[in-house]
């Protein structure tokens, strides 16, 4: 059996967007049908300025195919010092039937792309139908990637913008007006943007609450997207008191997701925990049931969105003959 090669470029002509969040829905749904395995993932912290390396394995029994992702992030002198991003991902696919490595694929486009669909997806289930003011809180590269998804599922009229990084902000209005025609306004400071949401995302590193429980307005829609490892913060632990707390995976989220921050103050118990997106995709619990309802979506990231996405782009590269061939054993 010969393995596919796909590098970056090859992937990023593979798929789209629209076809990412629909990958992602069908994980989602997929792992709340007991058609996925999906060990806890582990990660390795190396001292600075090196960062992380998660590995993350999944198997869905449906299409009889298990991935393994290896990535890395926070590697911020990597391109002076190693000539290669501060970020990257590998993807390995495996038919289920034979344990044969089919596919090996750059997964840091996927990364992105399916993080960035994951947070629509919550918007379609959770926020408001007549949202249209969004705040950033983060203007990096998944920041831009979830307005790329949100903006195909959604109309936005107006985005709110904090980064503790005046550049990093600036840049973001000028790429996301450039590339959508959607207004930014930079705001003087997180509380300033956080008050204007209708839809709230968090995409930053942060070691500690960065929104106030006080500021987040009756009705508003909270894509928490930041914590994936023990150490991580972004929300106060009092928003979850009040709020509708709806996770990927309780199991990820409990210990390494935002969640974990209220459970540890005994704000919240797990019970309190509403569900998984999964859940409120198969229609097994209602999405949003109030126009004043805080929702908290606490997304960790799962195996089984790389597990669906590379195996589409998988598809798609064979289809269209795309990718190189090479064979281990002869």
């Known amino acids: 059996m010969k393995t596919l090669l796909l590098k970056k470029d090859e992937v990023k002509r593979l798929i789209g967007m629209t076809e990412v969040i629909g990958a992602v829905e069908e994980a989602y749904k997929a792992f709340n049908s007991d058609q996925v395995e999906q060990p806890d993932y582990i990660g390795i912290d190396l001292p600075p300025p090196r960062g992380e390396i998660d590995f993350k394995l999944g198997y869905y029994k449906a299409i009889e195919v298990i991935s393994m992702k290896a990535s890395s992030g926070g590697f911020i002198d990597n391109p002076t010092a190693h000539g290669v991003p501060n970020g990257m991902a590998t993807i390995f696919l495996f038919d289920a039937r034979s344990g044969a490595l089919i596919c090996v694929m750059d997964g840091s486009l996927i990364l992105g792309l399916r993080t960035g669909a994951s947070g629509a997806v919550s918007v379609k289930a959770l926020a408001r139908k007549n949202a249209r003011t969004i705040a950033s809180i983060g203007t990096g590269n998944q920041a831009r990637m979830q307005i790329r998804a949100i903006n195909e599922i959604m109309k936005i009229e107006v985005i709110h913008a904090w980064d503790s990084r005046a550049d990093t902000l600036s840049?973001?209005?000028?790429?996301?007006?450039?590339?959508?025609?959607?207004?930014?306004?930079?705001?003087?400071?997180?509380?300033?943007?956080?008050?204007?949401?209708?839809?709230?995302?968090?995409?930053?590193?942060?070691?500690?609450?960065?929104?106030?429980?006080?500021?987040?307005?009756?009705?508003?829609?909270?894509?928490?997207?930041?914590?994936?490892?023990?150490?991580?913060?972004?929300?106060?632990?009092?928003?979850?008191?009040?709020?509708?707390?709806?996770?990927?995976?309780?199991?990820?989220?409990?210990?390494?997701?935002?969640?974990?921050?209220?459970?540890?103050?005994?704000?919240?118990?797990?019970?309190?925990?509403?569900?998984?997106?999964?859940?409120?995709?198969?229609?097994?619990?209602?999405?949003?049931?109030?126009?004043?309802?805080?929702?908290?979506?606490?997304?960790?990231?799962?195996?089984?969105?790389?597990?669906?996405?590379?195996?589409?782009?998988?598809?798609?590269?064979?289809?269209?003959?795309?990718?190189?061939?090479?064979?281990?054993?002869?």
């Not at 450039?178 to 930079?186: C, K, L, R, W, Y």
């Not at 070691?207 to 909270?222: N, Q, Y």
């Not at 908290?296 to 598809?315: E, L, P, R």
């Open 171 to 330: 840049k973001y209005k000028t790429d996301i007006e450039s590339e959508f025609g959607i207004p930014v306004i930079m705001a003087n400071s997180k509380k300033e943007a956080v008050e204007q949401a209708d839809i709230l995302i968090t995409t930053t590193r942060g070691k500690g609450s960065l929104v106030e429980a006080d500021w987040v307005k009756p009705g508003t829609h909270i894509v928490a997207i930041g914590t994936d490892q023990r150490g991580k913060q972004e929300l106060d632990p009092e928003l979850f008191r009040n709020a509708k707390v709806v996770v990927d995976s309780i199991a990820q989220c409990t210990e390494k997701g935002e969640t974990w921050h209220p459970l540890n103050k005994n704000i919240i118990a797990k019970d309190d925990i509403y569900g998984e997106i999964g859940e409120v995709l198969l229609g097994k619990k209602p999405g949003r049931e109030s126009d004043e309802e805080i929702t908290i979506f606490d997304s960790t990231g799962m195996a089984i969105h790389d597990n669906t996405t590379a195996s589409k782009v998988h598809q798609n590269a064979i289809a269209n003959n795309v990718g190189t061939f090479f064979q281990f054993f002869e």
